[in-house]
């Protein structure tokens, strides 16, 4: 259970199985407000015919707001005194969720770290979410900074084991019910197949969107995110950024969004593989992005639909076909560009052939 205020470094124990309060029913309503915040244009989560179309019985809740919704069940608990959202490893999307269905999460602390300040240190959780009838829709490995309540209490260290760089083909739930024989590019807007993308193509994503301190408010109370460097206005100006903080989920909704123009045809998320808030996004940003792809897979079991591997690069107030690397230069260490906000490793499903 929360304390009252939160929990601090010290509360934390390795092995600690946390259940979340305040499960959530999923409504359309939520995803007509997931969509007016982040302007998202996949079919398949807000045209019922096109997902007819392609095996669902009805529209799927997508899969980014299932994300930050399941992550803002684990916020009283893990990071509502969060310094900083660190990274994201093994998210694994195991089973379609729908309007009406109940998410409910849990937590188990595989990690504790203090920092060399002795004043925060570094919480690893293993949260998994699921629905009313107890099967799993989701599940995913984090790191957040949370500071100390008492500098000098000691804190028992445990370092997280078996944390995976990413996330296998073979562990990967495409949905056995999912066919593209009849799939709809006018509703697309893309007739692009899984063949016409190559290893390490890029693309200069052109649009751009300007974050307003109305619009990342409404998507932290959306996903019920009270985590205090995205509530708390009043806090925050005693802190060096004096603003509150863009909540990361949102930056990757924003991008994800974004990512759209080259991957119309982007049907599910089928996997992060690895995520880095690299540095943070204020009220006033304005957010682009660029697309790497890493990889294709095929998928034994399906011959009408491919994976692939992208790398999803986050930049505030820069256009992308500027940006030279994400890594700032003569820095021998690999430390971020300024500019570069968000690292996202993920896989999607698309179709093949024509």
Request: aromatic share 8%; hydrophobic share 35%; proline share 4%.
């Amino acid at each position: 259970m929360s304390k009252i205020g939160g929990n601090f470094l010290e509360d934390f124990q390795y092995g600690d199985i946390i259940h979340h309060a305040i499960p959530r029913s999923i409504t359309s309503g939520d995803a007509s407000m997931f969509l007016g915040l982040t302007g998202t244009r996949y079919p398949l989560f807000c045209a019922k015919n096109f997902a007819n179309s392609l095996g669902y019985d009805s529209t799927p809740v997508d899969d980014i707001l299932l994300f930050n919704i399941a992550f803002g069940r684990t916020v009283q608990d893990i990071s509502l005194n969060a310094v900083a959202n660190l990274g994201y490893a093994e998210v694994i999307f195991h089973s379609p969720v729908f309007f009406g269905d109940t998410v409910s999460s849990q937590s188990e602390i595989i990690g504790i770290k203090e920092n060399s300040n002795k004043t925060n240190g570094i919480v690893y959780v293993h949260s998994s979410s699921f629905n009313q009838h107890d099967k799993m829709v989701l599940s995913w490995k984090r790191w957040v900074m949370i500071p100390k309540r008492d500098k000098n209490k000691t804190i028992k260290e445990v370092l997280p084991k078996n944390i995976k760089p990413e996330v296998a083909v073979e562990r990967m739930n495409i949905p056995g019910f999912l066919k593209t024989n009849n799939f709809n590019d006018i509703a697309s807007g893309s007739s692009l197949r899984w063949e016409d993308y190559h290893e390490n193509d890029e693309v200069n994503h052109s649009r751009g969107l300007t974050i307003d301190e109305t619009s990342h408010t409404l998507a932290t109370h959306l996903y019920q995110n009270d985590a205090k460097l995205h509530f708390n206005a009043h806090q925050m100006k005693a802190s060096p950024f004096k603003r509150r903080l863009v909540y990361g989920g949102h930056v990757i909704s924003l991008c994800r969004s974004i990512a759209h123009e080259g991957f119309e045809n982007n049907l599910i998320m089928t996997a992060i593989h690895a995520g880095t808030h690299s540095n943070p996004v204020l009220a006033d940003d304005t957010l682009y992005a660029k697309t790497i792809i890493t990889g294709k897979d095929e998928l034994p079991d399906h011959q009408d639909i491919g994976v692939l591997k992208l790398k999803l690069i986050g930049i505030k107030n820069q256009i992308p076909s500027s940006l030279k690397s994400i890594y700032q230069e003569n820095v021998e260490s690999k430390i971020y560009n300024k500019n570069v906000v968000l690292d996202l490793d993920y896989s999607i499903v698309v179709p093949k052939g024509k």
